[in-house]
């Protein structure tokens, strides 16, 4: 079975504090993605990385940055906590470039900035 | 144009009942429209997924209808359970070109017994 594992399912930030969000799979997946899923806007896309040390933007990339200096392992860092970051973020991984692939996600970690 | 529209926001029904979830798109390039399933507390999982060369597709108790020409695509629920509530978010991609997945806004289901 394919697992996704993110480090805390839930975290209480003060606003300003640098936040550091850890995603892990064990499937040797080679893209990994990071979403924040909000009530009525669904799940929009952070950034995604297609290989170690490669990252992409995704649609709402402002505030975030990402590491990935292991293939198992993709790092949401929020370098200035806000509170309009409070969410729910979720880390998901996929074989291979194709998108036909399944996403396997994890089961998200619920930030919220004070 | 890389938009995906989902509808209803919320969905409520009887056990047994047949919910229908629809999704329009825009861009014809799209050609890989995946289902992910939620429930409470739980990250999405893929429940099934089309692709726009065959107009309907069934597992189980679930099937995506897709109509091209309308560049539409839904879900239903055949004999639906209480066990079904949770949310659902169509997807739709590009293969061969961006990696990314673009999401509907997803659809709170709730099935009463």
């Known amino acids: 079975d394919v697992k996704v594992t993110q480090s805390s399912r839930y975290l209480v930030k003060r606003t300003g504090e640098k936040v550091f969000l850890e995603c892990v799979q064990d499937?040797?997946?080679?893209?990994m993605f990071w979403y924040r899923q909000d009530p009525g806007l669904g799940l929009r896309l952070i950034y995604f990385s297609y290989d170690v040390k490669m990252k992409e933007k995704g649609d709402i990339p402002e505030g975030y940055s990402v590491s990935r200096e292991k293939k198992e392992r993709f790092s949401l860092i929020l370098e200035s906590a806000s509170t309009n970051q409070t969410s729910m973020y979720l880390c998901?991984?996929?074989?291979?470039?194709?998108?036909?692939?399944?996403?396997?996600f994890g089961p998200g970690t619920r930030l919220t900035v004070t | 144009q890389q938009q995906v529209k989902q509808s209803p926001q919320s969905l409520i029904v009887q056990k047994g009942g047949i919910p229908i979830i629809n999704c329009a798109y825009e861009?014809?390039?799209?050609?890989?429209f995946p289902w992910y399933q939620q429930f409470p507390g739980k990250g999405p999982a893929l429940l099934i997924a089309?692709?726009?060369?065959?107009s309907e597709k069934k597992e189980g108790r679930f099937t995506i209808s897709f109509n091209k020409s309308a560049k539409q695509f839904s879900l239903h629920i055949m004999d639906s359970q209480p066990g079904d509530s949770a949310t659902y978010f169509c997807?739709?991609?590009?293969?061969?070109?961006?990696?990314?997945?673009?999401f509907g806004k997803g659809t709170k289901l709730t099935v009463n017994p």
């Open positions: 998901a991984s996929r074989y291979g470039q194709v998108p036909k692939y399944e996403q396997y």
């Open positions: 499937m040797d997946h080679e893209n």
């Open positions: 089309i692709r726009p060369d065959v």
């Open positions: 997807a739709a991609s590009i293969t061969g070109g961006s990696e990314k997945l673009v």
């Open positions: 861009n014809t390039a799209f050609d890989y």
